[in-house]
């Protein structure tokens, strides 16, 4: 298990028992500076193995970190202050770890909000909090109106009763975005359910506390960019684009020579 754990942003008195437990219990404390946590860990008699866990070396270590979780090792994951994937290193290894279905929770957390989001394994670099949905559609559909457009990651508080309603509404408002269902945060029962809005898995268990982790809107670029070669091409045209210049659009887009493009649009018009 990877535990995610908080520590305090000031007084030291914040820590909680249950993360002094969890860093002494672990077979290897990860650390965004390992100089700077020692401090803490010596305040309360932590003498489990460090090591530096810094952002520019998350993509090297995640794999090997992912292997020894594999293996039966316990690690925890601590930032110099607060909370650990939030502008501090943790994300990159989380989605490593949900890739490879390896278990990970998060310590200390006194936000259903941020834990949530932590969990998500989706950007945390941008995230708004949006809270329940107003009861009438027509609210509802007002608050949407702020923002349905945001590139940001979406967080909503969602009543247990609320959940198939919630899910059908921000597919229609949303489309098709990736979604991911957190409950249960610190408890027996954790758990966290990826999806596709609106498409909530038939199986999911839909008890308890619940937070509703929503990707942000793609940019105009990332939209054009999962369409065919043909409907990119296509859309340029539309837009009263030349031949030319629409290609050049779509490879400028797509970050590929003309001629790749050019082929592919070869290809199609002669089958």
Known sequence: MLYIVVTPIGNMADMSYRAVETLKSVDLVLCEDTRHSLTLLNAYGITTPTRSYEKFSEARQAEHLADMLEAGKDIALVSDAGTPVVSDPGNVLVKKLKERRLSYTVVGSGCAA???????????SSFCFVGFLPERAVDRNRLLDKFDKLQSTLIFYVPPHDVHSYVSFLGERLGAR?????????????????????????????????????????????????LSIKEHYDHYLAEGMSDKDAMKAVARDRGVAKSVVYKELFIIAHR
């Open 114 to 124: 941020v834990s949530a989001l932590v969990l998500s394994g989706f950007d945390p």
């Open 178 to 226: 990736k979604a991911c269902l957190v409950r249960e945060i610190s408890k027996l029962h954790e758990d966290v359910i990826d999806f596709t809005l609106p498409n909530l898995p038939a199986d999911a268990t839909l008890k308890g506390e619940m937070v509703l982790v929503v990707e942000g809107a793609k940019s105009v670029g990332e939209e054009l960019n999962s």
